[in-house]
């Protein structure tokens, strides 16, 4: 099927190459030129765990183009919307912007029979919204709401092998004839067994905000109980694993830390938030305001507790921050909590170094006055205290035997409670970690 994808961020720059791997023939299209030359050199222009092999593997057969002219979406059958939805500035909602922008630049270009699927992040009634401007311009035309889960990282087998698809269309009927259009495009993991939901507009965008809610939401349920543990001396991780022992519960995303970030989970449940008080619903996500706010803590929990291990100040006292990314194998520094614990610390009086294996530059651009050292043994040479941020495995496996020589003191922060506390105690470290005793 010809397919064009509209916007190649992190989002559809994944979903083009994924799409064309399925077999389509994909045009990629964003009005960002040096995104798209990247691209069609099949470079990625951000980190992401093998997309540079797949862009090389699907351009090589020739299914996969990109471009900056909208034009360029004629003669697709299937147009994915996949721009971004950031938070308006100054305000909790989401501004919708791009995704208007590549609708109305989209419209000139659609057939009679083309679906429009939307990919992004939006608030509830921004679908049915654009259907009735696409019907408006193509009658003939229709727009499904098909939200994307993908988690960085993972982007590209979570594209590939989605644990759900959801089809949002304007009845919410199964034979709605969008639906077999997206069955044809999903056939490879429809076949594979992927199920498949067909709902209407609203359900389909409410999905997509109802799930970030609840994993971020688990997240800070863990990170309350972090400080619980540390206001009665217990410790968290053992507490996640006993509870997650209850398959109710789970044990995935009950890993207590500095909380969450990136671009997704603190914006998208602050959209919601803003989007439940238009709709008069305001009530009914009054507690998610206090899951922000418990995650924003834990930034300033970490603050307390490096000046406590730097014995009460922080004045000059030389601090390296183990991972600048919101996450680990991403680059990705939207509203990361590790930099913004460099930045506190820094503004603080400390002198930061932060180091991290891929998201340096992302880090630079947002917080020039740190300062970044790619080398993390150089970054951790004469530290008077490490802060484990993101938990990327080349520091899971540190060596705190060998790294105790090059430090100026051996006093570490866990941030992700990753860390093994006997051994570094043994290893003669002071260890913190977070809801630990
Ligand atoms: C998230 C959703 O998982 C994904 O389904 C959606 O499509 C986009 O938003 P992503 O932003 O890539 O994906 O990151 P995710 O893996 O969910 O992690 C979000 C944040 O939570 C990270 O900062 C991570 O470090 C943190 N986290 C995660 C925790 O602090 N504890 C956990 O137990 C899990």
Not at 198 to 218: M, Y
Not at 412 to 428: F, H, S, T, V, Y
Request: proline share 5%.
């Amino acid at each position: 099927m010809r397919i064009s994808v509209i916007g190649c961020g992190y989002l559809g720059a994944v979903h083009a190459a994924c799409m064309a791997k399925l077999g389509h023939e994909v045009v990629g299209i964003d009005v960002d030129e040096k995104k798209i030359s990247d691209l069609a050199a099949a470079t990625a222009p951000f980190f992401e765990p093998g997309l540079d092999d797949l862009l090389r593997e699907v351009q090589s057969t020739g299914r996969l183009s990109f471009s900056c002219d909208a034009a360029a979406a004629a003669g697709s059958r299937v147009h994915f919307i996949c721009v971004g939805t950031p938070q308006r500035h100054g305000e909790n909602a989401a501004d919708l912007t791009f995704v208007d922008a590549a609708v109305e630049a989209l419209l000139p270009h659609l057939s009679p029979g083309d679906v429009v699927v939307g990919k992004s992040t939006v608030p509830v009634g921004t679908a049915s919204r654009l259907n009735r401007r696409i019907r408006d311009v193509q009658p003939e035309a229709t727009l499904v709401w098909n939200p994307e889960f993908l988690r960085e990282g993972h982007a590209v087998a979570d594209t590939l092998h989605p644990d759900r698809l959801v089809y949002g269309n304007e009845d919410g009927l199964e034979d709605n004839p969008a639906v077999s259009v997206l069955d044809e495009v999903y056939a490879s993991p429809i076949s594979s067994g992927t199920p498949r939901l067909v709902t209407d507009h609203p359900t389909s965008e409410l999905v997509k905000t109802a799930a970030n809610s609840f994993l971020a939401t688990k997240i800070s349920f863990i990170n309350a109980m972090a400080e619980l543990c540390e206001a009665a001396g217990a410790d968290v991780t053992q507490l996640a694993d006993a509870i997650g022992l209850d398959d109710r519960i789970g044990r995935k995303f009950l890993n207590a830390g500095i909380g969450f970030g990136g671009g997704c989970l603190p914006k998208d449940i602050r959209a919601f938030m803003a989007r439940a008080g238009e709709l008069g619903a305001d009530q009914a996500l009054t507690f998610l305001r206090e899951v922000d706010a418990i995650n924003m803590r834990r930034r300033s929990k970490v603050v307390e507790l490096t000046r406590e291990l730097c014995d009460g100040s922080l004045l000059g006292k030389r601090i390296t921050v183990l991972g600048a990314a919101f996450k680990p194998e991403s680059d990705d520094v939207r509203d990361s909590p590790a930099l913004s614990i460099a930045a506190q610390l820094q503004l603080q009086g400390a002198v930061v170094t932060v180091t991290d294996p891929k998201a340096l530059r992302n880090a630079q651009r947002r917080f020039p006055e740190l300062h970044y050292q790619q080398d993390a043994e150089v970054a951790m040479s004469g530290a008077e205290a490490l802060l484990l941020l993101t938990e990327w495995k080349q520091y899971r496996d540190l060596d705190p035997y060998e790294l105790s020589g090059s430090v100026a003191t051996p006093k570490i922060l866990d941030g992700r409670n990753i860390l093994n506390p006997e051994k570094w105690r043994a290893a003669g470290w002071s260890y913190r970690g977070l809801g630990r005793p």
